[in-house]
């Protein structure tokens, strides 16, 4: 009994230091890591959505790939704290349109849909399927 009691305190000795052992070698990583955008990309796109902000944005694919290139300031060593903490200030959007706002237009599907309920309720089909039906009036429309 003593010699199980011995085995226990020596494995949880050895796990508390394992643990400690760890969190001293890689604390310091992270608290570099912390206050730094996680890395170009996201350097990247944070001075797109400046230039954005701005009212001129170039288009996004293509910044994207000269920035990541290294052909602007951010990927070639630039200030990129600076254009982080910018892009995390009050970047103003546009509120969300609400659906009652936009010009509801039924898309082609609702249409058919909408015609094959009527057929049906008035037993029109003439021993077509759903799916049959809808391949014509796609077609049709």
Known sequence: MRGLMAIVVLVTALAAAIIVLAVMTFAPGLAKAAGKPQGRMQACTAQWLDLKAEGHPPVYKTFIRECLAGKTAVASGGPV???HKARTSAVKRAPPVKLSARIKKPNRMSLCAAQWREKKAAGATDGQTY?????QCLKAQ
Do not use: E, L
């Not at 799916?131 to 391949?135: E, H, I, K, L, P």
């Open 131 to 135: 799916r049959q039906f809808s391949s």
């Open 81 to 83: 704290a600076k254009v």
